[in-house]
Antibody, heavy 116, light 111 residues
Framework: EPQLVESGGGLVQPGGSLKLSCAASGFIFSNFDMNWVRQAPGKGLEWVSYISSTSRSIYYADSVKGRFIVSRDNAKNSLYLQVNSLRDEDTAVFYC?????????WGQGTLVTVSS | QSALTQPASVSGSPGQSITISCTGTSSDVGNYNLVSWYQQHPGKAPQLIIYDVLKRPSGVSSRFSGSKSGNTASLTISGLQAEDEADYHCCSYAGSTTPWVFGGGTKLTVL
């Protein structure tokens, strides 16, 4: 069964950094484009970043462009999100997800809290 | 990168039908038949209930149906049940450089 497991979240001060990870299993990770989606407390979902299956194409939401860096290691079945220059408004649960129609897989999320 | 527009909340009684709208633009909802709907219970990850505007994943109840007209997609839930009380999110493909856009989410209350 397909599974995505995020890790790396935590409490960080404004201006700080974290590296989020997403471990995939149960499907051929290297065949899938991947996304990061976040959800601030009590708010809706927000698409954050996309990376193609080969890492050739990478896109970011305007709200994180220049501060977040997405990457992947297909040999390790893993997706990453380096989050830098964190702001209060980045506080959210971060999900990795395929968003691939019927092959739609999400992790359980990892919470990033930005606070001094 | 504007979010899709959904009503903040809708409500209905058991057995009734409700419809949640999701309004975008000609650059997203209106241009692609790639609208998905997610159900999210508190503290849980979103679960896909409709994809490609009107298709249901295996295991999803036929009480859930999707449609689209112009720049607005809709989710209809018929025969409301208490377990349908949740947040519902729409999502549309929006082109190659901003692939996905979500709605603000709609809280469904079953009275």
């Amino acid at each position: 069964e397909p599974q995505l497991v995020e890790s790396g979240g935590g409490l960080v001060q404004p201006g700080g950094s974290l590296k989020l990870s997403c471990a995939a299993s149960g499907f051929i990770f290297s065949n899938f484009d991947m996304n990061w989606v976040r959800q601030a407390p009590g708010k809706g979902l927000e698409w954050v970043s996309y990376i193609s299956s080969t890492s050739r194409s990478i896109y970011y939401a305007d709200s994180v462009k220049g501060r977040f860096i997405v990457s992947r290691d297909n040999a390790k079945n893993s997706l990453y999100l380096q989050v830098n220059s964190l702001r209060d408004e980045d506080t959210a649960v971060f999900y990795c997800a395929t968003l691939a129609g019927n092959r739609d897989y999400w992790g359980q999320g990892t919470l990033v809290t930005v606070s001094s | 990168q504007s979010a899709l527009t959904q009503p903040a909340s809708v409500s209905g009684s058991p057995g009734q039908s409700i419809t949640i709208s999701c309004t975008g633009t000609s650059s997203d909802v209106g241009n692609y038949n790639l609208v998905s709907w997610y159900q999210q219970h508190p503290g849980k990850a979103p679960q896909l209930i409709i994809y490609d505007v009107l298709k249901r994943p295996s295991g999803v109840s036929s009480r859930f149906s999707g449609s689209k007209s112009g720049n607005t997609a809709s989710l209809t839930i018929s025969g409301l049940q208490a377990e349908d009380e949740a947040d519902y999110h729409c999502c549309s493909y929006a082109g190659s450089t901003t692939p996905w856009v979500f709605g603000g989410g709609t809280k469904l209350t079953v009275l």
